[in-house]
């Protein structure tokens, strides 16, 4: 774990569940709108899996704006972190959107969490809508 930054990824949706709260009390970190991103809710196929699944996976995975969006994301997310290390903060919020939180959002969480993780960062990810979902079965 790199100096204790603890860094924790929400997805969400904006028609959902809404910005989640910052739980550090920090003012709510990045939030990313990820809706530039195709969304594969609108297809059949997809549309009872979330980002989670292989096949949404792919499907993203094979999307030119996913590779670019998240090229942009993980700069301002590298740069905020070297940041908050220079001033031996503990906490960064990221936090990514879409329609109803399932697919794209899910998505750039689980990416950008494997990327900091790999990085030697400890992160925490909540699928904002997903674990709502499954609460109220």
Excluded: W
Aim: charged share 25%; glycine share 8%; net charge neutral.
């Amino acid at each position: 774990m790199k100096k204790d930054l603890q860094i924790l990824i929400y997805s969400f949706g904006f028609h959902k569940s809404g910005i989640p709260d910052d739980p550090y009390d920090n003012g709510g970190g990045f939030v990313f709108d990820c809706r530039a991103i195709e969304n594969p809710g609108r297809y059949e196929e997809f549309m009872q899996l979330t980002g989670l699944d292989k096949e949404v996976i792919d499907f993203l995975q094979a999307r030119p704006e996913a590779h670019e969006f998240l090229s942009h994301t993980d700069k301002l997310i590298e740069m905020m972190i070297n940041f908050f290390l220079s001033r031996n903060f503990n906490h960064l919020m990221i936090s990514f959107g879409c329609t109803g939180g399932r697919h794209r959002s899910v998505f750039c969480a689980e990416k950008t969490a494997a990327k900091l993780r790999k990085n030697g960062f400890a992160v925490n990810v909540i699928h904002q809508d997903i674990t709502r979902e499954i609460l109220a079965k």
